[in-house]
């Protein structure tokens, strides 16, 4: 059965949705980012145009699979952004650590560079998108790439919660939450690529991801608060140049994309 037969019980279409979503969303998180130099370099523009022009091609093919069977326009469309939104990836590293580390190359430098690993967040929405279609939906395979995903998206985060907390030196002792759930979530996910696992474990890795989503949206909380007491009387200057108010909710999205990988492989396991 394709993937535009009972579409909205389709694990793939969701997989595909949360790609074109997330595209999106980064398309207002690079401006609030890149607004902090007023986009000083001019390919820094680069992702922005790329996120506000990759969702149109996503969901023309998306639309057009769905309503009218296109399913090679599906596929080639969602090859090229997803091919390109790895390249806006990697560039986007490269062009973070050029910021500072390869001038240093000490942590410190790693630490205090624009988040390095933070563009890495197209490279794994091309992949998933890459993988959507080259990949039998819905398999035991394809709910594992969907977990392998979300693990690099856990890691990833990992960094980031570690490296941007550093900054002020975890002056807050709760700053070391998002660290530690981070590492659990890694290691939760990691289970099943090393040994067999039944339902009941994806049930316990589910309660890992459920604490995960409350540490994020946690996270948000606090980020909002400390922004909206901030020190200038701007509300838009305090977001733009305080804590990153979004950044937590990388949590809660990356809960969203494991489950579905955890919903599929549920199909392929014993009671």
Request: neutral net charge.
């Amino acid at each position: 059965m394709e993937m535009r037969d009972r579409w909205w019980a389709n694990e793939a279409f969701w997989a595909e949705a949360f790609a074109l979503v997330n595209v999106s969303f980064l398309a207002f998180d690079i401006y609030l980012a890149h607004s902090v130099n007023q986009f000083r370099r001019p390919e820094e523009y680069i992702p922005l145009w790329f996120s506000i022009c990759a969702p149109v091609l996503l969901a023309v093919g998306l639309v057009g699979w769905l309503r009218w069977g296109w399913t090679a326009v599906w596929r080639d469309l969602g090859l090229f952004v997803g091919f390109a939104s790895i390249v806006v990836g990697v560039a986007g590293v490269i062009y973070h650590l050029d910021s500072r580390f390869f001038y240093d190359r000490t942590i410190k430098s790693l630490t205090y560079a624009a988040p390095f690993a933070a563009p890495l967040a197209y490279t794994g929405l091309g992949l998933l998108l890459i993988m959507n279609r080259m990949v039998v939906q819905r398999t035991r395979e394809w709910a594992m790439w969907i977990l392998l995903l979300a693990l690099g998206g856990f890691f990833g985060n990992f960094v980031l919660s570690l490296t941007d907390h550093a900054t002020n030196g975890f002056f807050r002792k709760i700053e070391w939450l998002p660290v530690i759930s981070s590492a659990f979530a890694v290691s939760a996910l990691l289970v099943p690529f090393l040994v067999p696992v039944t339902r009941r474990f994806l049930g316990l890795i589910g309660i890992v991801l459920g604490i995960e989503a409350v540490v994020g949206v946690l996270g948000f909380v606090m980020h909002a608060e400390a922004n909206l007491h901030g020190p200038s009387t701007s509300a838009w200057s305090n977001f733009v140049y305080g804590a990153p108010p979004f950044a937590p909710l990388l949590f809660p999205n990356l809960v969203i994309l494991a489950m579905i990988g955890l919903w599929t492989l549920r199909t392929h396991l014993p009671e």
